[in-house]
Protein backbone atom coordinates (compact mmCIF):
# COMPACT_ATOMS: atom_id res chain seq x y z
CA UNK A 1 0.00 0.00 0.00
CA UNK A 2 0.50 3.68 -0.58
CA UNK A 3 0.34 6.47 2.04
CA UNK A 4 0.23 10.15 2.23
CA UNK A 5 0.07 12.18 4.90
CA UNK A 6 -1.65 15.87 5.08
CA UNK A 7 -2.46 18.47 7.40
CA UNK A 8 0.71 20.03 9.08
CA UNK A 9 1.39 23.18 9.48
CA UNK A 10 2.23 25.60 11.55
CA UNK A 11 -0.02 26.15 14.96
CA UNK A 12 -0.03 28.19 18.30
CA UNK A 13 0.47 26.37 21.51
CA UNK A 14 -2.76 25.48 22.73
CA UNK A 15 -4.09 25.00 19.73
CA UNK A 16 -5.56 21.38 18.43
CA UNK A 17 -4.55 19.60 14.80
CA UNK A 18 -5.96 16.83 12.43
CA UNK A 19 -3.58 14.80 10.26
CA UNK A 20 -4.76 12.96 7.82
CA UNK A 21 -3.48 9.64 6.09
CA UNK A 22 -4.66 8.77 3.04
CA UNK A 23 -4.06 4.56 2.38
CA UNK A 24 -3.97 3.63 -1.33
CA UNK A 25 -3.30 0.54 -3.40
CA UNK A 26 -4.88 -2.99 -2.61
CA UNK A 27 -7.15 -3.30 -0.11
CA UNK A 28 -6.50 -0.40 2.00
CA UNK A 29 -9.02 -0.79 4.81
CA UNK A 30 -7.40 -4.24 5.28
CA UNK A 31 -4.19 -2.77 7.07
CA UNK A 32 -3.41 -1.11 10.50
CA UNK A 33 -2.33 2.01 10.92
CA UNK A 34 0.38 3.72 13.04
CA UNK A 35 1.51 7.17 13.14
CA UNK A 36 4.73 8.59 14.68
CA UNK A 37 6.82 11.88 14.68
CA UNK A 38 10.53 12.35 14.72
CA UNK A 39 11.86 15.30 15.74
CA UNK A 40 15.65 16.95 14.74
CA UNK A 41 17.90 14.85 16.74
CA UNK A 42 15.95 12.33 18.54
CA UNK A 43 14.56 9.29 17.87
CA UNK A 44 10.90 8.17 15.79
CA UNK A 45 8.61 8.17 18.49
CA UNK A 46 5.47 5.98 18.66
CA UNK A 47 2.15 8.12 18.92
CA UNK A 48 -0.72 5.69 18.14
CA UNK A 49 -1.78 2.69 15.65
CA UNK A 50 -5.58 1.45 14.95
CA UNK A 51 -6.55 -1.92 13.92
CA UNK A 52 -8.25 -2.01 10.04
CA UNK A 53 -11.62 -2.06 11.23
CA UNK A 54 -11.00 1.14 13.63
CA UNK A 55 -11.05 -1.03 17.19
CA UNK A 56 -8.71 -1.09 19.78
CA UNK A 57 -6.84 1.89 19.42
CA UNK A 58 -2.96 2.05 20.84
CA UNK A 59 -0.72 4.95 21.87
CA UNK A 60 2.02 6.40 23.19
CA UNK A 61 3.23 7.46 26.60
CA UNK A 62 4.28 10.58 25.46
CA UNK A 63 1.51 11.95 23.96
CA UNK A 64 -1.37 10.00 25.71
CA UNK A 65 -4.64 11.80 26.59
CA UNK A 66 -3.87 14.10 23.53
CA UNK A 67 -4.09 12.55 20.72
CA UNK A 68 -7.13 10.60 19.39
CA UNK A 69 -6.83 8.11 16.25
CA UNK A 70 -9.98 7.26 14.02
CA UNK A 71 -10.68 5.81 10.50
CA UNK A 72 -12.67 5.90 8.02
CA UNK A 73 -12.75 3.02 5.73
CA UNK A 74 -15.13 4.45 3.07
CA UNK A 75 -12.71 7.05 2.27
CA UNK A 76 -9.57 4.58 3.09
CA UNK A 77 -8.17 7.68 5.23
CA UNK A 78 -6.89 7.62 9.03
CA UNK A 79 -7.02 10.87 11.13
CA UNK A 80 -4.63 11.66 14.32
CA UNK A 81 -6.10 14.62 15.97
CA UNK A 82 -3.79 16.19 18.33
CA UNK A 83 -4.84 18.51 21.22
CA UNK A 84 -3.00 21.33 23.52
CA UNK A 85 -0.35 21.43 21.58
CA UNK A 86 2.91 22.31 22.80
CA UNK A 87 6.45 23.23 21.49
CA UNK A 88 7.70 20.00 22.00
CA UNK A 89 5.19 18.45 19.80
CA UNK A 90 7.20 20.38 16.52
CA UNK A 91 8.42 17.40 14.75
CA UNK A 92 7.91 15.35 11.30
CA UNK A 93 4.38 13.58 11.37
CA UNK A 94 4.80 9.82 9.37
CA UNK A 95 2.08 7.46 8.90
CA UNK A 96 2.79 4.12 8.41
CA UNK A 97 1.55 0.44 7.43
CA UNK A 98 3.13 -2.77 8.34
CA UNK A 99 3.57 -5.38 5.46
CA UNK A 100 0.43 -8.03 6.47
CA UNK A 101 -2.73 -7.12 6.43
CA UNK A 102 -5.08 -7.34 9.99
CA UNK A 103 -1.96 -6.46 12.00
CA UNK A 104 -0.37 -3.48 13.91
CA UNK A 105 1.99 -2.26 16.06
CA UNK A 106 3.88 0.40 18.64
CA UNK A 107 7.23 -0.18 16.93
CA UNK A 108 8.42 1.34 14.12
CA UNK A 109 10.20 -1.17 13.32
CA UNK A 110 6.99 -3.22 12.12
CA UNK A 111 6.10 -1.31 10.08
CA UNK A 112 7.10 -1.42 5.59
CA UNK A 113 5.30 1.52 4.05
CA UNK A 114 5.78 5.07 5.21
CA UNK A 115 4.16 8.14 4.24
CA UNK A 116 6.16 11.22 3.11
CA UNK A 117 5.82 12.58 6.53
CA UNK A 118 3.99 16.03 7.32
CA UNK A 119 5.62 19.02 9.77
CA UNK A 120 4.02 19.97 12.67
CA UNK A 121 5.19 23.58 13.64
CA UNK A 122 4.06 24.41 17.27
CA UNK A 123 5.13 28.35 18.14
CA UNK A 124 4.91 29.19 21.54
Known amino acids: VQLQASGGGLVQAGDSLNLACKVS????????VGWFRQAPRKEREFLAA????????LYGDSTKGRVIISRDNAKNTVFLRMEDLKAEDTAVYYC??????????????????WGQGTLVTVSS
Open 50 to 57: LKWNGEDP
Open 96 to 113: AAPQTTYTYYTSWRCYDS
Open 25 to 32: GRGPHNYG
